[in-house]
């Protein structure tokens, strides 16, 4: 499977955007998709995610109530909107699969997208 995001660039504070991350290959119901942000210097954090086959989904406390996760099996597409976007909101969002079902640790996911850039001005 190989994972290609899209969707990012400029924003101002308070606006929106959309992240797409299309999968080639076959996505299985016990699996998970997720999105990670990273800023320059830290950690890659957990952003949200979504079961495959049940539509189950998962929030880091930051964006609960702002951003939602959502998923298109039969185009093979995970998307991120993104509402009310902050300044702190600003990193490399990455797309990310992971097989053995895992929610929130990014050790746990096997395959990554290349990341698409966010910037949220104030």
């Known amino acids: 499977v190989q994972l290609q995001a899209s969707g990012g660039g400029l924003v101002q504070a308070g606006g929106s955007q959309r992240l797409s991350c299309a999968a080639s290959?076959?996505?299985?119901?016990?699996?998970?998709m997720g999105w990670f942000r990273q800023v320059s210097g830290k950690e890659r954090e957990f952003v949200a995610c979504?079961?495959?086959?049940?539509?189950?989904?998962y929030y880091a406390d930051s964006v609960k109530g702002r951003f939602t996760i959502a998923r298109d099996r039969a185009e093979n597409t995970v998307y991120l909107q993104m509402n009310d976007l902050k300044p702190e909101d600003t990193a490399v969002y990455y797309c990310?699969?992971?097989?053995?079902?895992?929610?929130?640790?990014?050790?746990?996911?096997?395959?990554w997208g290349r990341g698409t850039l966010v910037t949220v001005s104030s």
């Open positions: 990310s699969l992971s097989r053995r079902g895992a929610l929130y640790s990014r050790n746990e996911y096997d395959t």
């Open positions: 290959g076959r996505i299985y119901s016990s699996h998970v």
């Open positions: 979504i079961r495959w086959g049940v539509g189950l989904t």
